[in-house]
């Protein structure tokens, strides 16, 4: 084999021209070196068939939202679009992969799974590996977007079949049948008092309003639920049930997505005084 001629380096000034995070940063981003070399043999290399796809935790306090919709939602739209779906996929975490046993990672398996074959780190993932080179077949990088912004609201215009999609893979992964709707009303009414930022993202008298409904609608199913005693599964299972959601805004509210078609979401704002 000879000596390898260099062809051209997309990493300028210490980043690449890929975003592998929502707030693509310096440290965010990526770019391959081309250069002219002839193939190793696949004896001496491991060649990997399936598709691999390249992404970078954004790392901020644990908000399931930005998992949902920015972290993981990201490498699904990127395969589709590309026509490269591959049900047995690697997603490789860049820099920032969560430890066993903490929310992050939770919340990767939950969701991941759902449409891929697996999720791990990058450096762990191809440490594996006896040989210092690998071949992927297919590697998708980047693509995360923001999505929780009035400025960034265009990204998601033509996408919405997706969404729908990205979000039905996951409940039928955790057990939901998407085909029956509910056969009666049933109101949910969130209780979120042991949010961080209570005084802010939390249905103060929500004593009140529990009143208010059981007396208005005394014949419709009411259930008050805190959904930080529900395991992922079971938060999947409770939403399809439900037909009218009264939720607080926040990291809360990016579930409703995953309620049934037809349902209604009532959700609280929060923008009504100076400190919010």
């Excluded at 210092?132 to 923001?146: D, E, M, N, R, Y």
């Amino acid at each position: 084999m000879g000596e390898a001629v260099f062809i051209y380096e997309f990493n300028i000034n210490n980043h690449g021209f890929v975003g592998l995070v929502a707030r693509a940063s310096v440290h965010g981003s990526w770019g391959p070196t081309i250069v002219e070399e002839w193939l190793p043999s696949a004896n001496k290399v491991p060649y990997l068939e399936h598709v691999h796809v390249l992404f970078m935790h954004l790392y901020v306090s644990f908000n399931p939202g930005h998992i949902i919709w920015e972290d993981i939602a990201s490498t699904y739209f990127a395969v589709v679009r590309f026509n490269a779906y591959d049900r047995n996929a690697v997603l490789l975490e860049y820099r920032h992969y969560p430890n066993k046993g903490d929310k992050f990672y939770q919340m990767y398996e939950n969701l991941v799974r759902a449409f891929a074959g697996k999720v791990d780190s990058l450096d762990h993932y191809t440490n594996n590996f006896s040989s210092s080179l690998v071949c992927f077949q297919t590697l998708v990088v980047g693509g995360a977007k923001l999505v929780f912004s009035i400025d960034n609201e265009s990204y998601t215009h033509g996408k919405e079949r997706l969404v729908y999609d990205y979000r039905t893979v996951i409940l039928q992964y955790h057990g939901v049948n998407v085909f029956r709707l509910p056969s009666h009303h049933r109101i949910v009414l969130v209780n979120k008092t042991r949010a961080l930022r209570r005084s802010l993202r939390a249905i103060t008298n929500l004593i009140e309003v529990k009143h208010f409904i059981y007396l208005t609608y005394p014949k419709i199913q009411l259930d008050v639920i805190d959904w930080s005693k529900y395991t992922f599964t079971q938060q999947m299972h409770e939403l399809y049930k439900t037909t009218i959601l009264i939720t607080p805004c926040g990291d809360i509210s990016t579930i409703i997505p995953f309620l049934s078609e037809g349902t209604h979401a009532i959700i609280m704002d929060f923008y009504v005084n100076k400190q919010a």
